[in-house]
């Protein structure tokens, strides 16, 4: 069963402050998404990561992606509160497309 | 419209009764999924469509459960008999093709189950 495992699951950031948010999946997959939640919207997607090696960046945020170690990163750079929300990894479950999704990490930047 | 829109954005029935939700996805995406976010389940899968089929609704949690798509577009999700397990946040996303394109989100169905 292709399991998607995020760390942490809480976090609580001072503004100002750096940090990371861990993907790990248990399958091969040579792509690997990411999506913020704000509480009571959907899901907005970040990155799309394709291959091994992807790094991507937007704003305060970067994304990478490691597929021999099954693993993806998502630094935050000097936390602003807007970045507040939820964030969730993703990967391709099977032969229909869906994804599987991470737990969710719930971020929280305080002044 | 720009994105995917989803109705109604919240639902609330009585356990036993009969509920659609509704998806609209973004224009000439062939490609569309339903999924259902819960506190204790987090995002799980239900079903997939290419164009108006569905080839595999092992994801749906029960035969109390059903969904079509009509004209490669509009799809609805159909809970019988719903139970109060069945609450949750019913989202619908869209892509262009199956497999390895970003899938758009809509902005969910909030069914409350009393």
């Known amino acids: 069963e292709l399991k998607v495992e995020q760390n942490p699951l809480f976090l609580s950031m001072q503004e100002g402050k750096n940090y990371t948010i861990y993907c790990n999946y248990s399958t091969t997959s040579d792509r690997l998404y990411w999506y913020r939640q704000d509480p009571g919207k959907s899901l907005e997607s970040l990155f799309v990561?394709?291959?091994?090696?992807a790094v991507k960046q937007e704003g305060r945020l970067m994304a990478s992606l490691d597929t021999k170690a099954r693993l993806s990163t998502l630094h935050i750079t000097a936390a602003v509160h807007d970045l507040s929300a939820t964030y969730f990894c993703?990967?391709?479950?099977?032969?229909?497309?869906?994804?599987?999704f991470g737990k969710g990490t719930k971020l929280s930047v305080k002044p | 419209g720009a994105g995917v829109s989803q109705s109604p954005s919240n639902k609330v029935t009585e356990k036993g009764k009969d509920v659609e939700l509704r998806c609209d996805p973004i224009s000439g995406h062939t490609a569309l999924y339903w999924y259902r976010q819960s506190l204790g389940q987090g995002l799980e899968f239900l079903i997939y469509f290419q164009g108006n089929s569905a080839p595999d609704k092992s994801g749906l949690p029960s035969d109390r459960f059903s969904a079509e798509r009509t004209g490669g577009s509009v799809s609805t999700l159909t809970i019988q008999r719903t139970q109060q397990e069945d609450s949750a946040v019913y989202l619908c996303?869209?892509?262009?093709?199956?497999?390895?394109?970003?899938?758009?989100f809509g902005p969910g169905t909030r069914l409350t189950v009393l």
């Open positions: 993703a990967v391709i479950g099977g032969s229909q497309g869906n994804l599987i």
């Open positions: 996303a869209s892509s262009l093709t199956q497999l390895w394109n970003e899938q758009f």
């Open positions: 990561l394709l291959s091994n090696g």
